[in-house]
Every structure is written in C-alpha cells, then in structure tokens.
C-alpha cells in the first residue's frame, strides 16, 4: 500500500473519532468545499447534502445521542482515493433506547480532505430505533 492510502487511512480514523466525540470544527475543517454526504435509505436524513447541509445537520443528527454515540472500526481497506471503512455505533437514545448499529462508510480524498462520504446501515433498525416507526 502507498503513502497516500496510509494516509487516508489515517484520515479516516480520525474522521471517525471525530464522530465520536461530535468534534464539528474537524468535521469543517477537514470536509472539501466541494464535499458531498450520502446517507442511504428512506430515512429523514437519508439522501445527498453537500458541506453545508452536512454541517448545519450534526448537531440535530448527534442531538439524538445525549451521551454521545461511539464509533469503532473493524475494519479499513484503501486502494487509491477511496478507503471502505466497517464501523459499529453505540449509543443510548434520547428515549433511552439502545442504538446498535453495523456501518459500512465509503471515504473518497482529494489533497488532504474529505470529498465524499457514503453511508450505508440498517435502515429499519435506524427507523425503529430513532424515529420510533
């Protein structure tokens, strides 16, 4: 593996830390002007939003953990600009259900910041669980 692969990975690892602890100035700091989300699913925060809607959704999306939500990595494979990323989340909902989550994130770089991130998870344990349907 290259440089700049272990460098993504790099990267990815610390996007997920900063997940964890709702970090949102390395969220805007490391999210590329041109930065698009994807979220799968049917889901009310399901879909493509671009940096700014990214940004200004964190705070209602991690809104919904109030002891936080924490990410792990399993597993990391970079090839190129892109490292696939297995995560599980964890955390207790606003109604104090328990949100256990398997992910699987799809990061895309370009010189040092994140261009894309996908998203892909349980939806129906996400409906479920955070929207109570």
Same mark, same amino acid.
């Given at each position: 593996? *290259?440089?700049?692969?272990?460098?993504?990975?790099?990267?990815?690892?610390?996007? =997920?830390?900063?997940?964890?602890?709702?970090?949102?100035?390395?969220?805007?700091?490391?999210?590329?002007?041109?930065?698009?989300?994807?979220?799968?699913?049917?889901?009310?925060?399901? $879909?493509?939003?671009?940096?700014?809607?990214?940004?200004?959704?964190?705070?209602?999306?991690? *809104?919904?953990?109030?002891? $936080? =939500?924490?990410?792990?990595?399993?597993?990391?494979?970079?090839?190129?600009?892109?490292?696939? =990323?297995?995560?599980? $989340?964890?955390?207790?909902?606003?109604?104090?259900?328990?949100?256990?989550?398997?992910?699987?994130?799809?990061?895309?770089?370009?010189?040092?910041?994140?261009?894309?991130?996908?998203?892909?998870?349980?939806?129906?344990?996400?409906?479920?669980?955070?929207?109570?349907?």
């Amino acid at each position: 593996m *290259g440089q700049q692969e272990e460098e993504n990975k790099e990267l990815a690892k610390r996007m =997920i830390a900063a997940l964890s602890s709702a970090d949102v100035d390395f969220v805007k700091e490391h999210y590329a002007e041109d930065f698009e989300l994807w979220v799968t699913g049917s889901l009310p925060f399901s $879909g493509s939003n671009d940096k700014a809607g990214a940004v200004a959704s964190m705070p209602e999306v991690l *809104g919904l953990f109030p002891e $936080g =939500i924490e990410f792990q990595i399993k597993a990391m494979t970079a090839e190129g600009d892109r490292v696939a =990323i297995e995560a599980t $989340g964890r955390g207790k909902t606003f109604r104090g259900d328990l949100y256990q989550q398997e992910y699987h994130f799809l990061m895309r770089v370009r010189g040092g910041k994140i261009v894309q991130w996908k998203e892909y998870m349980d939806t129906e344990h996400a409906r479920k669980v955070l929207i109570g349907e």
